[in-house]
């Protein structure tokens, strides 16, 4: 019988009996099914080996499965986003928008990188390597109580936040910060912070350090913080803000997402209206959602 | 292209009461497995219902080492989810437990399968379940692959598997700026 000698590159070099099958040999269709097992950062890595792995790893059937589930809809906002700000960078790869030609790992990679949305207040974008989403609502979005008194308020730039500001608080007796926000999540559990610092976050010298002077009132009486979806879930934790001079993540708590088409609405607060005592020195920056698991690398977080 | 079989008889006979369906790799080699077996691929299942497999059913794209490997997955897994299937405990709701050790000690035989086979055997196993689409053994297989490459570098796993490099220095660079979103930070 003697199988013929073919190809030993050849994409379709299979079948061959004898003659020693390598993976650089495989199929593309073959090897897409191997990258399914890789998590997306592997995938770019693994697209560099040959011509063959580069091909399989733009297939559209290895991306689809780390889309967010709902990614239709993001990809809708991003696009919408770009054209507002007349974004066409031809940055290779990340630049190109999510228009209904665009790959499907062309959609991933624009949908790690952050879309600002409700005139730059707040901003989507999903984890590289989870595919993960996940939300910042800028303080601005927020109705904050006595925030045009600039007794008590004020707005701080800083490049600290990466909404390029913050609301700081002087001193005040009634501390109440609300925020909503409707957005449809891909189903799956998420967990929802306050981005908070005790201080004046300064540079000096090109070194940073952060003025105590004005912190006060914070340990006197938990800081409340509240969390509700329209599906009726709440979460409470109370925390004695602390350790000035650092952005810390404070977990307000966490809730469930059922369905990926559907719109979920979220209500969040933190207050100190405890009138007996004034507070401040505070810096509030946003509220970030994370999905659950996900991995917190630089910022203290405060566990519930 | 199938042989005269003589008494061998029609393919799909039966053996110790179990219906059997011939097959021929691509070296020429016979070999026989149940039908219930042949029922995870859904290739196979597919010619056997269409019936026409009375003198056997040729793989030519599959050799016979490699064909070797895709009935002993196969049959491995038709008895176990026989076995599942007629477990009374089963119906009952209450045997959980056994029903979880079970599906773990199957895991530990796919891993030890795979495990196994040197990596061209590997890559011949993957392209014959991909052929017969069979999916627990595509699933094992291709893990399997996937896990060898994880954590290494490019150079690494070209080592490994013994790949060519065809890039020219420019589709690189290329390559470098369109992947270049994956690394930043």
Known sequence: MGAGASSMMGPEGYGRGRSQTSLGDMPESCVALVLLYLD???????????RAFRGAASADCVWAAKL?????????????????CGCDESTEGNGRCCSSAAIKKEIYARLCRPTPFHGGTKEFWIEKN??????SISSKAMAITCIDDRRYWSLLPTEESRFHSVSYLQQIWWLEVVGEIDFCFPAGSYSLFFRLHLGLPRKRMGRRVSGSELIHGWDIKPTQFQLSTSDD????SERYLERPGTWIL??????????????????FSMMQIDCTHTKGGLCVDSVFIYPKDHQHEKERIICK | MAAEKGEKG????????????TLESSDGEEFHMSEAAAQLSTLLRHVIEGGGIDNGIPLPKVAARTLEKVIMYCE??????????????AAAGSSSDNTAAASEDLEKWDRKLVNGLSQDALFDLIVAADYLVIDGLLDATCRKVADMMKGKTPDEIRKIFNILNDFT????????????????D
């Open chain 1, 250 to 267: 404070y977990h307000v708590g966490d809730f469930v997402v059922s369905s990926s088409d559907e719109l979920t609405k979220l209500k």
């Open chain 1, 233 to 236: 879930q709440h979460s409470t």
């Open chain 2, 10 to 21: 029609a393919a799909a006979k039966e053996v110790a009461g179990e219906r059997m369906v």
């Open chain 2, 76 to 89: 491995k897994h038709a008895k176990a989810a026989a076995k599942s299937d007629s477990d009374p405990s």
């Open chain 1, 40 to 50: 997306p950062q592997e995938i770019c890595l693994v697209a560099r080996l040959n």
């Open chain 1, 130 to 135: 989870s595919g993960g989403l996940c939300l």
């Open chain 1, 68 to 84: 967010p589930a709902n990614y239709r809809y993001l990809a809708a906002l991003a696009a919408a986003a770009d054209d507002e």
């Open chain 2, 169 to 184: 220095k420019e589709e690189e660079e290329e390559m470098r700026r369109e992947y270049a979103w994956a690394f930043d």
